[in-house]
């Protein structure tokens, strides 16, 4: 009893683990960012003291974000020479996509079925809130609207192993599909193929979303190629 009581304390005296949580959520959050953006570059080493100085953070936190990062396949831990961020070849990442696309066409298949009228229009909004980031230019929180709508049609397949293999994928390719929108006419390209994919979905016109998908992840190879 004396150990469900301490347990009940802790839980009501919760700010301490939940600010934790938060801390390390944040941290990973804006590394992760620095990826996407490029600000930490692929092979460039982590060094922690500097790191840990400019987000105002000490080391622990800090290791367990970065240990968190290689988890998700976004940095790699090499012995003798510690974090570096992960360096993907044109082969790896023209497989990756090869895999991501027959995923998300199954998954636009499955999710026009499935889907219901209330989850589709969540998708709806999400895309809706993405144009005016587009609209406004703010190309960062764009891309982090695009990649949730991804995860969200992914979602409506209703086949968890599914998804969970979109998300790794997705994941590992972050920075490689932020390159994919640099330009205005590849950014305008994938904003017109997200419009008909949310057209299809509301629709719930499968062979339609299904080829969209196809189609837009065909070009996310072609729209980096030559940047890799």
């Not at 080493?45 to 290689?70: C, D, M, N, W, Y």
């Not at 949730?148 to 599914?162: D, Q, R």
Request: charged fraction near 30%; proline fraction near 3%; glycine fraction near 8%.
């Amino acid at each position: 009893m004396d150990d469900v009581s301490s347990l009940d304390r802790k839980v009501e005296g919760g700010p301490g683990p939940i600010q934790r949580t938060v801390l390390h959520d944040t941290i990973v959050s804006h590394l992760r960012d620095m990826i996407i953006e490029g600000i930490l570059e692929p092979g460039m080493r982590l060094h922690e003291g500097q790191l840990g100085e400019q987000l105002g953070v000490s080391r622990t936190p800090l290791r367990e974000a970065i240990k968190f990062l290689a988890s998700e396949g976004l940095v790699e831990l090499v012995p003798s020479r510690g974090a570096i961020v992960k360096r993907f070849s044109g082969k790896d990442v023209q497989d990756m996509l090869i895999v991501l696309r027959t995923l998300e066409e199954l998954a636009g298949k499955l999710a026009c079925q499935l889907g219901s009228d209330a989850e589709i229009a969540q998708v709806r909004a999400l895309h809706d809130e993405m144009i005016r980031c587009y609209q406004a230019g703010d190309r960062l929180q764009y891309y982090k609207l695009n990649q949730a709508i991804h995860t969200a049609i992914a979602k409506l397949s209703k086949n968890a192993s599914l998804a969970e293999m979109q998300q790794m994928l997705q994941t590992r390719l972050k920075r490689i599909r932020f390159i994919g929108h640099e330009g205005p006419e590849k950014w305008a390209a994938a904003v017109a193929e997200h419009e008909e994919m949310i057209a299809a979905l509301e629709a719930r016109d499968e062979a339609r979303l299904s080829e969209v998908l196809g189609r837009h992840l065909a070009n996310a190879w072609e729209r980096v190629r030559s940047a890799i």
